[in-house]
Structure formats: structure tokens, C-alpha cells
């Protein structure tokens, strides 16, 4: 079955330490997203990639960077410079007309 | 500017009872517009979606919107709410292409009394 696959479900960062989440689908979709969910604040987008070699920042991209070296892969790395990094992300893919499709998640907390 | 409002932050309401989660939008043309549901600890699922055509839109698990164009409103309804139901939902509206063309509601959280 086709999906966004988000992993791993749950990642435990120490001060001072980048940390990678990992986001793969096989949906043939063009364009991939990030977002980050707090309590209470509904999603906010981290970056967005319409293509290959190409991404855009969203609302709050300090602290964070990704690449999108193949189409089916979207990786987030939260830097030590993300002062707040306990959150619950969420990876998503779309083609460029459509909705959403949502991966489960990873719930990323320092400790 | 695209802006989606869910007035509602939580409701709560009893098992076998109608559901209808308000969502309003300001967009500048035809938008496409979103119901998700995020069940605790998990990604967004879309329950429906309205692109064109019959204003009343079903979904899954039983919901259904209805698009109102003067209202600028998008509200999901459910006639007899699970409580299986108990979830945060979430309103969108987007372009019609282009990436990173929709807009999120900040969600309104639902309880089910049994």
C-alpha cells in the first residue's frame, strides 16, 4: 500500500545535539512538507519542497534544515540551534492539486 | 489573504448525539476545502474533501460537509456521534495547484460522553 512512513515514532534529543527525522513515501507525489504541532497552536510549516533539489522555509524554519536529494525522501534535521525542540512532527506529501497525505508522526523531546 | 477560522476549540457532546464542527474561510477564489481528523499521538487523516460540484460532500466514517459559498463556511456534521469519534479535526482550504497551497484551522477538539 502507498504511505508516508515517518520514523521513528519517538526521539529522545540531548542539549546541544542535532537530531535527524526521517520521512519516505512511495506515493509518486511531487511536493513534501514538515510541520510542527504544539498543543494548542494547531500545525505550523517547517519547509516545503515542490521538487527534487529544491525547498522552500515555511513560517518557522530557524533551527531546522532538510534536503530532498530523491523524490521519496524528505528528511528533517532539528539543529542545536532549535531552542524548543520538544514537539510532535509531522511529515506530509501532496501532488501539486490536491490534499494532504499525512505520516503518523515522530514526538521528539530533549532531555 | 487565505485564512481559516474553527471558532469551536473543544466541544463536547454525548454518544448518539449530532455533531456539526463549525469552519469559516477567507480565501479570493474558489478554494478546495478539508476536513481532517488526528486521533492522539497520530498523523491527519482526511475525512473529505470539496473541489467542485454538489455543495453537500460525504466522507468517511459517516461525516459530511456542506460548502457555503455566501457564508464562506465549510462545517462537518455527523447525525450520531461514536465514541470512537473523540478526535481533534482540523478545516483547510487551498488553492486549486500549486504546492503548499493549503491552509490549516488551529483544530477543534471533540469529547465523547458515553
Known amino acids: 500500500d502507498g504511505g508516508i512512513t515517518q520514523s521513528p515514532k519517538y526521539l529522545f534529543r540531548k542539549e546541544g545535539q542535532n537530531v535527524t527525522l526521517s520521512c519516505e513515501q512511495n506515493?509518486?507525489?511531487?511536493?513534501m512538507y514538515w510541520y510542527r504541532q504544539d498543543p494548542g497552536q494547531g500545525l505550523r510549516l517547517i519547509y516545503y519542497?515542490?521538487?527534487?533539489?529544491?525547498?522552500q522555509k515555511g513560517d518557522i524554519a530557524e533551527g531546522y534544515s532538510v534536503s530532498r536529494e530523491k523524490k521519496e525522501s524528505f528528511p528533517l534535521t532539528v539543529t542545536s540551534a532549535q531552542k524548543n525542540p520538544t514537539a510532535f512532527y509531522l511529515c506530509?506529501?501532496?501532488?501539486?492539486?490536491?490534499?494532504?497525505?499525512f505520516g503518523s508522526g515522530t514526538r521528539l523531546t530533549v532531555v | 489573504a487565505q485564512s481559516v477560522t474553527q471558532p469551536d476549540i473543544h466541544i463536547t457532546v454525548s454518544e448518539g448525539a449530532s455533531l456539526e464542527l463549525r469552519c469559516n474561510y477567507s480565501?479570493?477564489?474558489?478554494?478546495?476545502l478539508f476536513w481532517y481528523v488526528q486521533s492522539p499521538g497520530q498523523g491527519l487523516q482526511l475525512l473529505l474533501k470539496?473541489?467542485?460540484?454538489?455543495?453537500l460532500v460525504q466522507g468517511i466514517k459517516g461525516f459530511e460537509a456542506e460548502f457555503k459559498r455566501s457564508q464562506s463556511s465549510f462545517n462537518l456534521r455527523k447525525p450520531s456521534v461514536h465514541w470512537s469519534d473523540a478526535a481533534e479535526y482540523f478545516c483547510?482550504?487551498?488553492?486549486?495547484?500549486?504546492?503548499?497551497?493549503?491552509?490549516f484551522g488551529t483544530g477543534t477538539r471533540l469529547t465523547v460522553i458515553p
Open positions: 506530509a506529501s501532496s501532488i501539486l492539486s490536491g490534499g494532504y497525505t
Open positions: 506515493l509518486n507525489h511531487d511536493a
Open positions: 519542497s515542490q521538487i527534487v533539489n529544491d525547498f
Open positions: 480565501y479570493g477564489a474558489t478554494p478546495y
Open positions: 470539496y473541489f467542485s460540484g454538489d455543495t
Open positions: 483547510a482550504v487551498g488553492a486549486q495547484a500549486g504546492a503548499n497551497n493549503l491552509f
